[in-house]
């Protein structure tokens, strides 16, 4: 009882106080949950039909309590997830002060995040916090290296190539074929970190990314009343199923580990040991301050296989549609693609960083439509950010990157127009309002992959194939764990000759 009252009188109030005396204020929470309902409300209206037309200003339906509360409180405002404050911050230098190294040890994820993604993705890189995110990030990280990437290569060449022939069978004897090229990518993407995350156990890597995806679905419907007190104990149709996908992931996950752990107990190498599994493993034999359970690295693995292609995938299905909507665009990233590759078939790391325009294409695809469109991270001990912002413990900050994306002021009077033309000389590490990644050293593990494996995948496409938007495409991002496309993205492809 005083846990629940310090979680919900308590905690809240002191919050609430502090935040108001630098000047700070926001809606009025309700008891329990907070503004969530005023949330719902807002995006319920505003998601509740499809966008009369394709356009690019897509903050007013994904954010509207943002836009609401910015307007009315400034751009710095407290609201409350059921008992979770949250201050929402798009100062670009305190962005950069929160999430720097000095404070990396400090922040992390909140209960509520913890609780919500517990089934989906246990206690791995993504959700650890303090010195166990630290010692974890130590282990995992070596996979992202740059030369280890470009072994990663290989990988995504195959599957691109197989999932472009399954294509030109739907197209057949060469003229236009439709497909929803999300399902594609969604599947692309699963394949590719199969491959790279299980190597040699590609058949299971398969199987456990489609028992993912249900946890993943399974897990949305039931933490939507995390915010009541003891919700997670109701028995409900959710947590028994999410129970018996549970137990058969686990089981697979075990078996191949373990076999992993015995070949390499008795010295037996193989190539396939430099997929993340194998180098996971390693890592962890080799040192026994690096010692992980088995638990562990099963939610390591399930983080990766998420983290992996989920994202990815909306990144490369956001890409096609921007292009498939642009045929300017699309002739000039065909015509580079052409120039670079003169008709050789062999994929290399050379070849990608000659790519520019599909590079500006690519930043821009993740300007407007960043696949995690919103930060949050709670403070567990007071900071100070810049010179005088107090954050006290157990408040969370909220980056809307969503919102900084689209920001007239930053982007000026077209940001919400597709021009990869303002990306030309620059680099987004330059840009401190870019942040599809992240930022800080707990930034994105994989972005230097995925922006290997979006670039990959669109050259291939975009040499074989032209494509134009089809008259079923309805315009309807919604934010459901990343940005999506509700009905998908119905294009209409033309093989090249
Ligand atoms: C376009 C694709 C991707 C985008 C936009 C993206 C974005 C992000 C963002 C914003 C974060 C920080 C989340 C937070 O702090 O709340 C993150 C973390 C992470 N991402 Fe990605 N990601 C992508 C692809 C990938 C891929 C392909 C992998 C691995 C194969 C990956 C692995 C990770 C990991 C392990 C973390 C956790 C890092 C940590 O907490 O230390 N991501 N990603």
């Known amino acids: 009882a005083w846990l629940v009252f310090s979680a919900y009188c308590l905690n ?40 009369v037309e394709i356009t690019h200003d897509i903050v007013p339906r994904l954010l509207p309590h943002y836009l609401s509360w910015s307007e009315k409180y400034g751009e710095r405002f407290l609201f409350w997830y059921g008992n979770e404050g949250r201050l929402c911050l798009t100062d670009a230098n305190l962005i950069k002060d929160f999430l720097s190294s000095k404070h990396a040890h400090v922040t992390g994820r909140s209960w509520l995040q913890l609780q919500g993604s517990k089934h989906l993705i246990g206690r791995g890189l993504i959700m650890a ?23 990663f290569m290989g990988y995504v060449v195959e599957s691109t190539k197989s999932m472009l022939r399954s294509i030109h069978d739907v197209a057949g004897d060469g003229t236009e074929c439709e497909v929803e090229i999300g399902a594609y990518m969604t599947k692309l993407t699963g394949d590719v970190i199969s491959r790279a995350g299980f190597g040699s156990s590609y058949e299971k890597g398969t199987r456990i990314f489609q028992l993912l995806q249900k946890l993943q679905y399974l897990t949305a419907q039931s933490s ?4 009541f007190p003891g919700a997670r104990f109701f028995p409900s149709k959710f947590h028994r199923e999410i129970k018996t996908v549970k137990e058969e992931m686990k089981s697979i996950l075990m078996e191949t580990i373990k076999k992993r752990i015995e070949g390499l107990e008795i010295g037996r190498i193989c190539s396939s040991d430099s997929d993340f599994l194998g180098t996971i493993l390693r890592e962890t034999q080799e040192d026994p301050k690096k010692k992980m359970t088995l638990e562990l690295i099963m939610d390591e693995c399930k983080t990766i296989y998420f983290a992996g292609h989920e994202s990815s995938a909306m990144l490369v299905t956001w890409t096609v549609m921007l292009l498939a909507t642009n045929p300017a665009w699309q002739h000039k990233a065909r015509k580079e693609v052409g120039e670079i590759f003169k008709g050789e078939s062999a994929v290399t790391a050379d070849h990608l960083s000659k790519l520019n325009l599909l590079n500006m294409i690519i930043n821009e695809s993740l300007r407007l439509y960043p696949p995690v469109a919103m930060l949050p991270r709670m403070a567990f001990q007071d900071i100070k950010l810049g010179d005088s912002l107090h954050i006290p413990k157990g408040l969370s900050v909220w980056i809307p ?74 315009h309807a991002p919604i934010n459901v764990l990343t940005l999506r496309p509700k009905h998908g993205v119905p294009i209409i492809l033309t093989p090249i000759k």
Not at 22 to 51: C, E, W, Y
Not at 129 to 151: C, E
Request: charged share 20%; aromatic share 10%.
């Open 12 to 51: 809240p109030i002191g919050i609430q106080k502090m935040m108001a005396k630098q000047g700070v204020s926001g809606p009025r929470p309700s008891f329990l949950t907070g503004n969530l309902q005023h949330i719902a409300t807002l995006l319920a209206k505003t998601t509740s039909s499809d966008m």
């Open 129 to 151: 916090n303090g010195d166990d995110w630290f010692q974890q990030r130590r282990i995992i990280a070596p996979m992202f290296m740059g030369f280890k990437i470009k072994a």
């Open 224 to 227: 939507r009343h995390l915010w």
């Open 401 to 474: 990157v969503l919102a900084i994306h689209h920001s007239k002021e930053i982007w000026g009077d077209d940001a919400d127009e597709f021009n990869p033309e303002r990306w030309s000389g620059k680099s987004p590490a330059q840009i401190g309002n870019f942040l599809p990644f992240a930022g800080g050293p707990r930034n994105c593990l994989g972005q230097a992959f995925a922006v290997m494996e979006a670039k990959i995948i669109l050259s291939m496409l975009i040499a074989q194939f032209s494509f134009k938007i089809s008259d079923k495409y309805r």
